[in-house]
């Protein structure tokens, strides 16, 4: 990689038999493809009553809701049927920290009601990797250009254009660190040692797959993470002490990145700037973070929930690094990089879906 410069009620019997017999044939492989226990609707530990009857009041067609188990644009007899196969003691993926947002954390009344009407819990560590996720609410965004003072956009950030994310995801805090890489995957490839609470780099969009999809884990949409990073803000920059509501000011990048004017030329152990109005840290700076998406140019007008190209040749990075000027550090700067590419300077962090 070159350098980048919840409720309850009964079921009814004769429902319960017809949505078992619809379940059957898609069990085994739901069963393998979705994270343990989505069928604990209500975050309860358990599947009861109570979650069946979330999924009776979505009954229909429902786009990307919760209760649409098997993911096929309606809330059905299948799902109902899949919520009986878990039904009784079912434990969850995560460990709940914190059920509602700090406002120190999340200082913005907005968002802090968006993610309160969620019904799920605020902050919590991953089960299978040990990773502290906070909860991204749905929402409306505009996508694209925040030039700063010092630096214009590029072209490819332009269209401006507005999108709707549909559905709430968990993303981590920080970006996967060494230390959490190598509990996973046995050996540390970072070129920047000594401490592994750094970020681990010199991972390629190819090597992260496994770490993902082996832990029920993902990596955001670019969508997903540029709206992550500004978190209500519209600047250049996100939020951070002073600037709650974000700013243009290059000279105060230093607060939330490490970049080219303070890195010293290497990573640092994550966490150690200000935080976003999310409570994700080192979404500017550190190491560049990989998205899911095949780099494209974007289309005009509005979008719900999107996620590239079909195809391409590269895949999408974010955030600048220890390496850039302020210019790669800003909300809307996006680079590619080939799928197999590695960097010191790239590394990424991980999304899940509830």
């Not at 919590?124 to 700063?148: H, K, N």
Request: hydrophobic letters at 35%; a negative charge.
């Amino acid at each position: 990689m070159s350098k980048l410069k919840n409720r309850a009620c009964s079921l009814p019997a004769t429902l319960g038999r017809l949505a078992l017999a619809a379940a059957m044939s898609v069990l085994c492989t739901l069963a393998m493809a979705n994270p343990p226990c989505p069928s604990d609707l209500d975050g309860d530990g358990m599947v009861t009553a109570g979650d069946i009857r979330l999924v009776l009041l979505d009954f229909g067609p429902c786009s990307g809701c919760s209760t649409d188990l098997d993911e096929n644009g309606e809330v059905d007899n299948a799902d109902i049927g899949l919520l009986l196969i878990d039904f009784g003691d079912c434990p969850s993926w995560y460990t709940v920290l914190e059920q509602t947002p700090n406002a120190t954390v999340v200082p913005d009344a907005t968002l802090r009601a968006a993610i309160e009407a969620t019904g799920l819990p605020w902050r919590v560590r991953d089960t299978g990797t040990g990773i502290e996720m906070v909860l991204i609410p749905p929402g409306t965004f505009t996508m694209g250009c925040s030039a700063s003072n010092a630096y214009g956009c590029y072209s490819e950030e332009s269209p401006r254009h507005d999108v709707t994310l549909t559905n709430a995801l968990y993303l981590s805090r920080t970006e996967v660190t060494q230390a959490q890489w190598v509990a996973k995957m046995g050996s540390n490839p970072s070129y920047f040692t000594g401490d592994t609470s750094r970020p681990v780099e010199q991972v390629s969009w190819n090597d992260i797959q496994p770490f993902c999809t082996n832990n029920g884990l993902r990596l955001p949409t670019e969508a997903e993470w540029e709206y992550a990073y500004r978190a209500g803000t519209t600047t250049a920059f996100h939020g951070m002490p002073g600037y709650l509501n974000g700013t243009n000011d290059d000279n105060q990048l230093g607060t939330i990145a490490w970049f080219d004017g303070n890195s010293g030329g290497q990573t640092y152990p994550v966490a150690g700037k200000a935080a976003n109005g999310f409570g994700l840290y080192d979404m500017s700076g550190n190491v560049w973070e990989w998205c899911q998406d095949w780099y494209g140019t974007y289309a005009s007008g509005a979008h719900t929930n999107p996620t590239g190209p079909g195809s391409g040749s590269g895949r999408v990075l974010r955030g600048g690094s220890w390496y850039n000027f302020s210019s790669s550090c800003r909300a809307s700067v996006r680079y590619d990089g080939a799928p197999d590419g590695r960097g010191s300077d790239v590394g990424f962090r991980v999304a899940r879906t509830p």
